[in-house]
């Protein structure tokens, strides 16, 4: 009973995340901006931060199964 929850926000976690991380790589190699306005290098080492920390939740959560 406890394990859906942990299920459906380590999928929800690891989706955004994997989501994320492959769009900013993408923008990254093109040498688009990652996020209007802001400098392209801070935005892109936001992003991928945002992402990794995306990732490393939907683990966590994945353990406590």
């Known amino acids: 009973m406890e394990s ?3 299920i459906f ?3 929800v976690f690891a989706l955004f995340g994997s989501g ?3 769009w900013t790589a993408v ?3 093109q040498r688009l901006p990652v ?7 801070a935005s892109a080492t936001v992003a991928g931060l945002v992402s990794v920390i995306a990732l ?4 966590w959560c994945f ?3």
């Open 63 to 65: 353990t406590r199964l």
């Open 9 to 11: 926000a380590g999928v």
């Open 20 to 22: 994320l991380l492959t």
């Open 27 to 29: 923008r990254v190699r």
């Open 4 to 6: 859906g929850p942990a």
């Open 56 to 59: 490393i939740l939907g683990t």
């Open 35 to 41: 996020a209007q306005g802001v400098s392209p290098v």
